[in-house]
């Protein structure tokens, strides 16, 4: 099992509408978590962060948390066609100073 | 404030030479941390510092690979021997090492082509 697992996509979603995206992770002691947006050719860029269970609500952009699912999603609401990009979910694991970051999940917003 | 700042942005290079990355992060973080991507994958945990020491060399691939910080501030990643393996974008990140979470700010990353 991946310690952090993300369904590649792409995931497509008319302009406008709200784009879910999913992340999955192995190390129950996991503490933070965060999601990053990378543009084709460019470096990841932080979008938000969460450490707490339950929902960050950032611009558009809602994080949510659920240990006990060993669970965290994104939400983009009013989805534009600029929001096209892979997004990567990162986890700090337990007791270490490492991230591993999942292979990011593609999304297309339909214009 | 300036971001983290990676040189050179593109290197190429014969299988079996030696090549150095640079990364200069962002001013006052003590975090420093290195990956590499190569490409449909996520960002691969390579090294992480704290101040100049490295915390957590874990993710170096084998004794090819060798990072420093010597002053706590810009880092350098050493490849030696390398091989056609190795081309992949390298990435360095910095953070404040304070903050919780502890929120991580990419460089433009520099990508290697070994021929």
């Known amino acids: 099992q991946k310690e952090v697992e993300q369904n590649s996509g792409p995931l497509s979603v008319p302009e406008g509408a709200i784009a879910s995206l999913n992340c999955t992770y192995s190390d129950r002691g996991s503490q933070s978590f965060f999601w990053y947006r990378q543009y084709s050719g460019k470096s990841p860029e932080l979008i938000m962060s969460i450490y707490s269970n339950g929902d960050k609500e950032d611009g558009r952009f809602t994080a949510q948390l659920n240990k006990a699912s060993q669970y965290v999603s994104l939400l983009i609401r009013d989805s534009q066609p600029s929001d096209s990009a892979t997004y990567l979910c990162a986890v700090n694991l337990r007791g270490t100073y490492k991230y591993i970051f999942g292979t990011g999940t593609r999304l297309k917003v339909l214009a | 404030g300036a971001g983290v700042s990676q040189t050179p942005s593109n290197k190429v290079t014969e299988k079996g030479k030696y090549v150095e990355l640079r990364c200069d992060p962002i001013?006052?973080?003590?975090?420093l941390y290195w990956y590499r991507q190569s490409l449909g994958q996520g960002p691969e945990f390579l090294i992480y510092f704290q101040g100049t020491g490295a915390a957590d060399d874990s993710g170096l691939p084998n004794d090819r690979f060798f990072a420093v910080r010597p002053e706590g501030s810009v880092s350098t990643l050493k490849i030696q021997r390398t091989e056609r393996g190795d081309s992949a974008v390298y990435l360095c990140?910095?953070?404040?090492?304070?903050?919780?979470?502890?929120?991580?700010?990419f460089g433009p990353g520099t990508r290697l082509t070994v021929l």
């Open positions: 001013s006052g973080h003590t975090a």
């Open positions: 990140a910095s953070s404040s090492g304070t903050s919780r979470p502890n929120e991580q700010f």
